[in-house]
């Protein structure tokens, strides 16, 4: 359902963009990271018409989502990496709007999950 790409290593300062193809209709998409031994959390989410975008504090200023819905896919760009970025990325979609702004940022809102992908950033 969702295919996430991008992935990669890169150096500090440095830049990278995800892009997560779904293979069917879907409404709000967003990305979660897990980096190793933390619990998977909330990067940032767009609603089906790109008017509302939502981003973790963390992010914020850094990094830019957007869509393209001809091409049912959306990206992630990711500005002024740090090490702390170093996460599994993973693609997340919905089936139905989402209603609430504050479920924007809750796992349990999504339906479908990509396999993930490993950003790992160096210094």
């Known amino acids: 359902q969702l295919q996430a790409s991008g992935g990669g290593l890169v150096q500090v300062g440095g830049s990278l963009r995800l892009s997560c193809a779904a293979s069917?209709?879907?409404?709000?998409m967003g990305w979660f990271r897990q980096a190793p031994g933390k619990e998977r959390e909330f990067v940032s989410a767009i609603n089906w018409s790109g008017s509302n975008t939502y981003y973790a504090d963390s992010v914020k200023g850094r990094f830019t989502i957007s869509r393209d819905n001809a091409k049912n896919t959306v990206y992630l760009q990711m500005n002024s990496l740090k090490p702390e970025d170093t996460a599994v990325y993973y693609c997340t979609a919905t089936k139905v709007p989402t209603s609430y702004s504050g479920n924007y940022y809750l796992e349990r809102t999504y339906d479908y999950w990509g396999q993930g992908t490993l950003v790992t950033v160096s210094s």
């Open positions: 069917g209709r879907t409404f709000t």
